[in-house]
């Protein structure tokens, strides 16, 4: 492949970086091989990447490449223009509906360290959207347990019995130790180190490729910028492509990827 500049195999796996356009790049890639893809597009012009984006026809690539049950996380947030929310979040989310896509969840990143925002007739924004599609019903999930407050504790209610008669029993009930996390995700804005202007805290990719991947899955981000979901994958033993247009970016991802400095 001509666009491949870069491929090392260390140890079990594969970190595997492309420079292009990845609308092209994910053309030279076969169906159904990703497991998980983790990425955040440009949106709403916010930053100039001297690049122009065909959703439509990346979505389409994406549901090509991507397995039966696997997962694709589309992190983005909305712009404010002419003093109304843009909803291109929504938007994307359901042309990825309409090619094909479940949306399996819509979580939310809470910022613990957000901008503050002065002279708007509305609330500081402090989070971004995280997607969840999936092609089919996801193939892998590892849920992150949280301790239950009430562990332990016992307690009656009422639920419903399978008869005939539908009847309500009454029935006791131990809180157990762990639960599954919710759909909101605390953490702070990455410290970035880099030159670029976007970077991911490592915590989101970490947390999504543990929840929605296993050891020696192929993990795609089309949108690589910094490589901080392949490094990410280095560390938690997850095979990488990562895809980026710029080439200072990516070279800043190649040496991000190699060093694992990101934090
Ligand atoms: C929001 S940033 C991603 C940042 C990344 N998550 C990180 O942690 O550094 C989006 C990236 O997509 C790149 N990009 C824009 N258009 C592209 C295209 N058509 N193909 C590949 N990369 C593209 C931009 O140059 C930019 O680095």
Redesign the pocket.
């Known amino acids: 492949m001509n666009n491949m500049s870069k491929h090392i195999k260390r140890g079990r796996n594969m970190i595997d970086l492309r420079k292009?356009?990845?609308?092209d790049?994910m053309k030279n890639i076969p169906d159904n091989s990703i497991d998980l893809v983790v990425?955040?597009?440009?949106y709403d012009d916010l930053?100039d990447?001297?690049?122009e984006?065909n959703f439509t026809e990346i979505i389409k690539q994406l549901y090509r490449v991507v397995k039966d049950g696997g997962v694709v996380i589309w992190?983005v947030n909305d712009r404010i223009k002419n003093g109304s929310k843009t909803l291109t979040s929504f938007k994307q989310a359901i042309l990825f509906n309409d090619n094909g896509f479940n949306v399996n969840d819509v979580m939310i990143w809470e910022k613990t360290n957000p901008m503050p925002q002065v002279k708007q007739p509305r609330y500081n924004q402090v989070f971004e959207y995280m997607f969840v599609f999936s092609k089919g019903k996801p193939k892998t999930f590892n849920p992150i347990m949280v301790d239950c407050k009430s562990a332990g504790i016992n307690y009656n209610s009422t639920c419903k019995q399978i008869t005939k008669n539908n009847k309500r029993i009454k029935k006791n009930f131990i809180v157990n130790n762990k639960k599954i996390d919710s759909n909101i995700w605390k953490f702070a804005v990455?410290q970035n180190k880099?030159k670029?202007p976007?970077?991911?805290p490592l915590e989101l990719p970490l947390r999504h490729i543990k929840t929605w991947s296993n050891e020696g899955d192929v993990v795609l981000?089309?949108?690589?910028?910094?490589?901080?979901?392949g490094i990410a994958c280095k560390q938690l033993n997850r095979n990488f492509i990562g895809?980026?247009?710029?080439d200072e970016?990516f070279n800043i991802?190649k040496e991000m990827i190699g060093s694992d400095s990101n934090e």
């Open positions: 292009g356009d990845c609308l790049v990425t955040s597009p440009p930053r990447y001297n690049s984006i992190n990455a880099t670029h976007a970077v991911f981000d089309p949108f690589m910028g910094s490589g901080t979901t895809i980026e247009i710029d970016y991802a």
